[in-house]
């Protein structure tokens, strides 16, 4: 009769009565057979009392049920407990199988065959992998070709003591840390800059914003190389310095986003001479620095590189997370590198 009842209610679930002398629990026909195959039992054939039919039993001792309901469970089996102490009316407890046990089909593992046969995403992603991976080797070939001329003769050039005591060189310094934050300023953050204006996705925004900037950055540094010689490098430094302060400009203004995007784009261009720019002017202001002079100049532009988007970010911060602001405040880097240019030309005549 209990079984019976937790049947009809559940008819998902294994339905475990508690034995008449109290020892462990039986199951009947068809969860029988499910709990002697899982459980390693045995399942009997008795007489059911009252009629000739004869019926299936698996008895699950008592002193091992804790282990066999774990056994169940992780088979993924609902289990139902009927139990009635003497005097009492009978309780049903219901016990799930934990989420991760509960498997809606079967998992069929692949052949050996299926494994070692790579898909056509797989060669793909394998393909392009391999095509990039060729880009620096092929570069460090090619860099090995390119011949390098002297920084200074043997014995002429300047200890860093000297350096640090030149204001040219600071001057120089100064050029380089600027060049590092009016580049970064906006590139760290042109991606969020792109999506929170267009409100595209985290990969479109990376298209638009990062890329777009690093197009126009490279091809700013192919014209570079092509006039280099034929220009003046300080006023072509300053017209860029120009068109920076522009492009910034033109991303916080309250103007359509996709016309703020192209002020990121913009600025890409402009950035693309002062970092090669200042290396430049800082060989011909100052011939004798060496290799001590250009490797305190990096430094100074790294310093810059980290500078820049630190500043967009807390001014950002500070006005409630508005990255116009932040590159409002940008803006100072440019316009430094144009007072910079005009003490260049001003210690370098001297």
Not at 108 to 124: D, M, N, R, Y
Not at 264 to 269: H, I, K, M, S, T
Not at 328 to 337: E, Y
Request: proline share 6%.
């Amino acid at each position: 009769m209990e079984q019976t009842d937790a049947r009809n209610a559940n008819p998902d679930a294994m339905v475990l009565v508690k034995a008449g002398s109290g020892s462990g629990y039986l199951a009947f026909q068809e969860d029988a057979k499910q709990a002697a195959e899982l459980l390693g039992l045995e399942a009997v054939q008795r007489e059911r009392i009252g009629t000739p039919k004869r019926i299936t039993v698996c008895h699950l001792p008592g002193g091992e049920t804790e282990q066999h309901l774990s056994q169940l469970d992780a088979a993924g089996k609902a289990i139902v407990l009927a139990d009635r102490e003497p005097g009492q009316k009978i309780s049903f407890l219901r016990i799930e199988p934990a989420p991760e046990k509960i498997l809606e089909e079967p998992v069929q593992e692949a052949s050996e065959a299926e494994l070692s046969t790579p898909t056509v995403k797989e060669l793909f992603e394998q393909t392009v992998s391999f095509l990039w991976a060729l880009i620096p080797a092929v570069n460090a070939i090619v860099f090995c070709l390119v011949p390098i001329a002297p920084i200074a003769g043997e014995g002429k050039t300047m200890t860093i003591p000297q350096l640090l005591r030149s204001r040219v060189f600071w001057v120089l310094f100064l050029l380089m840390v600027c060049a590092g934050a009016s580049e970064q300023a906006m590139s760290q953050w042109a991606s969020a800059f792109a999506e929170r204006g267009l409100g595209v996705s985290k990969t479109l925004g990376d298209l638009a914003g990062p890329c777009f900037f690093s197009i126009m950055m490279g091809l700013a540094r192919v014209l570079h190389a092509k006039l280099a010689g034929n220009v003046d490098l300080t006023r072509y430094t300053a017209g860029c310095a120009l068109l920076c302060i522009l492009s910034y400009v033109i991303a916080v203004l309250p103007l359509p986003p996709a016309v703020n995007l192209l002020g990121c784009g913009l600025c890409g261009f402009s950035v693309g001479v002062f970092w090669p720019g200042t290396f430049s002017m800082a060989s011909q202001s100052c011939p004798a620095g060496g290799t001590a002079m250009f490797a305190l100049l990096a430094l100074g532009g790294d310093l810059g590189c980290s500078f820049g988007p630190t500043l967009v970010g807390m001014v950002s911060g500070f006005w409630g997370d508005q990255l116009k602001a932040g590159f409002t405040a940008a803006l100072l880097f440019p316009v430094m590198i144009l007072a910079g240019l005009g003490l260049l030309k001003e210690k370098t005549a001297h």
